[in-house]
């Protein structure tokens, strides 16, 4: 099945620090997103981007289909920015399940 | 109007009991799915509805587990002689259409077993 990687697995920062974050997949996917997992569990979808730029904010997420690969941007970390940030994909075959990856810790320092 | 819910938030067990997880989707949502965190990994997917139909439960891992959803709303995931190894965050999400489509999860149940 498909395999995603994320990268850097943890990330220590001080407020106000610029971060990217890195989704690899190794095969074509229908979708991908971008989940934060607050440090309450609660996991909030940030952006749905099967290809492409898209910005919130100070985030935002750059999906390079035909390279297998998608960034997520992080700017001026506020401390709420702390948590896990997955990537999900959505298998061509696999009638929708998302397929995860194994997430990003990052911690924001006041 | 909210979110997926899910009841109850915890729920301790002993080896061997029945247990069953409730998830309350987004009003209007047809498809629904449930996932089981455990600590320090993504999510992993169990089973997909598409209203009240199964539509993909290749993720179960054994006979087990079990998951309804009667009238194509409210789903419950059920889980016979839970064993310790059950222990994790069962996760329910929900989204408004029949193909690929924003999943939105639920805040989950912490489901230990003792």
């Known amino acids: 099945g498909i395999q995603v990687e994320q990268s850097p697995p943890d990330l220590i920062l001080q407020e106000g620090a610029n971060s990217t974050l890195r989704c690899n997949f190794s095969?074509?996917?229908?979708?991908l997103q971008w989940f934060h997992q607050n440090p309450w569990g609660q996991l909030i979808n940030l952006f749905y981007?099967?290809?492409?730029?898209k910005q919130n904010g100070r985030l935002s997420a750059t999906t390079v289909a035909t390279e297998r690969y998608s960034l997520l941007y992080i700017s001026s970390s506020q401390t709420t920015d702390s948590g896990v940030y997955f990537c999900?994909?959505?298998?061509?075959?696999?009638?929708?399940?998302?397929?995860w990856g194994a997430g990003t810790k990052l911690i924001i320092k006041p | 109007g909210a979110g997926v819910s899910q009841t109850p938030s915890n729920k301790v067990t002993e080896k061997g009991k029945y247990v069953e997880l409730r998830c309350d989707p987004i009003?209007?949502?047809?498809?629904l799915y449930w996932y089981r965190q455990s600590l320090g990994q993504g999510p992993e997917f169990l089973i997909y509805?598409?209203?009240?139909?199964?539509?993909?439960d290749s993720g179960l891992p054994n006979d087990r587990f079990f998951a309804v959803r009667p009238e194509g709303s409210v789903s419950t995931l059920k889980i016979q002689r839970t064993e310790r190894g059950d222990s994790a965050v069962y996760l329910c999400?929900?989204?408004?259409?029949?193909?690929?489509?924003?999943?939105?999860f639920g805040p989950g149940t912490r489901l230990t077993v003792l």
């Open positions: 999900a994909v959505e298998d061509r075959g696999s009638n929708y399940q998302l397929i």
């Open positions: 095969d074509s996917v229908n979708n």
């Open positions: 981007i099967p290809s492409g730029t």
């Open positions: 009003s209007g949502h047809t498809a």
């Open positions: 509805f598409q209203g009240t139909g199964a539509a993909d």
């Open positions: 999400a929900s989204s408004p259409g029949t193909g690929s489509d924003t999943q939105y």
